[in-house]
């Protein structure tokens, strides 16, 4: 798999900035180069809401955070870089200009993305020398978080430019949807902007206010929308027939004149004075940055929701962290800081690394129940990955499945705290794997919880326990070994409600 090197943005606002997180999260080194004098502040926050995201997003092991570097020049900026992603504001003269810059200055063999919303690639590579690398990459904000980047070629795009950068965002977590046609606005903006118009008419003519308008929206088709898309969600509306029955009942409502759609509302003072009011009304004492992280949060529950759908596959968006995280897993194999898995027997094997983020606690601010045993589950797969049983050895039909598992509460686990996990092996055979686990305080090394675990070798298409390979039990058994030397730890063996 083709993976992008080095990356520079062009244009460090939102998306830019964005843009830079992901592929700093990625691993890859970045270059910006943005002339605003606020920029440097902007791409910073930016980063900092993307990594408390990413906290929340996935236990699996990030690799080490790309190297950020804020460059005098746009020449500076795209040197060595074989991804350059500009997102200069949005007028055909500005973007054209810089894009030929960029052409001038990068690697010839470098690819040459641009975030427009809805410029023709054709008129963008209209002076360039090498206008078969240059595309439309057009992501949806935050860029850091939702995966979709449709991927538009020009006239003079090459079809291998476009397949290349698809194959090239699949390790940073990001989808990439070729387009076949050209078109203004593509695909994602024509629809949004069909919606925006009619929003905008139930606005002016007072059906409802931007409130009652967005919880139509949250509370219903926007939920069917972000795991189903349109057209699926109405063949399910079809029954049994499918589509072709949705088609035919509910087809011929379009001829009726419900919406506005060809028609342009005069966003006048008045209009906008009335959005505004009632925008700022709505959103109350939230400023900017505290919208931004509530909508991180709650796209990371959809993203994580939709990643458990399908029998666990992933759907949606949840399909695409879903293989991500494999892909993170695989390259990583660490303990959730992108650091290789301690083989030091010496001692219980620290395995997890993480941080409370805040789609963990509950009402009291702490670690609710059911994360505790989300670690204690990343501790026991991460010693599975350090014995052989990683995916493939998944897919190829055995495992190891959890069937015993006592905790004990014994602290608390608060918003931001950062924790780490050890697992110490008790006993081993053929088949079994006992072991003991303890989640840490990161600062204080205290004991915030326990779990005694029983696991089992199984052939999971036979549904039975079977022995496990030699491959196998040549890694666990030096592990059992030495820990079989080391103090049997407090509270092993214990039963629920046992007086100390």
Wanted: charged share 25%.
């Amino acid at each position: 798999m083709s993976k992008i090197k080095k990356a520079a943005c062009i244009g460090g606002g939102v998306i830019g900035g964005a843009w830079a997180a992901r592929f700093l999260l990625g691993g890859i080194d970045v270059s910006i180069f943005d002339p605003h004098p606020d920029a440097e502040r902007i791409v910073t926050e930016v980063v900092a809401n993307a990594e408390r995201a990413y906290g929340m997003l996935t236990m699996a092991p990030l690799p080490p955070r790309g190297k950020l570097t804020f460059c005098a020049t746009l020449e500076e900026a795209v040197t060595g870089a074989d991804w350059i992603q500009e997102s200069v504001p949005e007028r055909l003269d500005l973007k054209r200009g810089v894009l030929t810059k960029i052409d001038a200055a990068a690697d010839p063999k470098a690819l040459i993305g641009s975030s427009t919303s809805g410029l023709m690639p054709t008129e963008l590579q209209r002076d360039m020398r090498h206008p078969e690398r240059m595309f439309v990459a057009h992501p949806y904000n935050p860029v850091y978080l939702l995966p979709l980047a449709e991927l538009v070629g020009g006239e003079r795009t090459s079809p291998e430019t476009l397949l290349l950068a698809r194959e090239r965002l699949a390790p940073i977590g990001m989808k990439g949807v070729i387009l076949k046609k050209e078109i203004e606005a593509f695909v994602g903006d024509r629809l949004l902007e069909a919606f925006w118009r009619e929003a905008l008419w139930l606005i002016h003519d007072d059906i409802c206010d931007t409130e009652t308008l967005d919880d139509v929206i949250r509370y219903s088709f926007g939920m069917r929308w972000a795991q189903m898309g349109l057209f699926e969600t109405y063949r399910i509306a079809g029954g049994e027939a499918g589509m072709r029955h949705f088609l035919a009942q509910f087809g011929p409502c379009l001829a009726w004149p419900w919406t506005k759609l060809t028609d342009v509302v005069d966003l006048d003072d008045a209009l906008v004075d009335k959005i505004a009011a009632q925008s700022d009304a709505q959103s109350g004492a939230y400023g900017i940055r505290d919208l931004e992280r509530i909508r991180d949060e709650n796209l990371v529950g959809i993203m994580q929701a939709l990643k458990a759908g399908d029998g666990g596959k992933g759907w949606g968006a949840g399909k695409i962290l879903s293989e991500f995280e494999t892909h993170l897993w695989s390259e990583g194999g660490g303990n959730g800081n992108g650091a290789s898995l301690s083989v030091d027997t010496s001692a219980p094997l620290r395995l997890v690394d993480t941080r409370v983020n805040a789609a963990w606690v509950d009402y009291n601010g702490h670690m609710t129940e059911h994360r505790y045993l989300q670690v204690f589950g990343d501790t026991s797969d991460a010693l599975l990955r350090l014995i052989g049983v990683d995916f493939a050895y998944v897919e190829a039909g055995h495992s190891y499945y959890t069937v015993e598992t006592h905790i004990r509460h014994l602290g608390e686990a608060k918003l931001g705290q950062a924790i780490y996990a050890t697992l110490q092996i008790l006993s081993v055979d053929e088949k079994r794997v006992r072991f003991f686990s303890t989640i840490h305080d990161s600062k204080t090394d205290g004991i915030i919880a326990t779990a005694e675990q029983l696991m089992l070798h199984v052939d999971a298409s036979a549904g039975k326990s079977v022995v496990a390979p030699p491959e196998v039990m040549a890694k666990l058994a030096p592990i059992a070994q030495a820990h079989a030397k080391l103090t049997f730890p407090d509270g092993a063996g214990r039963s629920v409600g046992q007086k100390n």
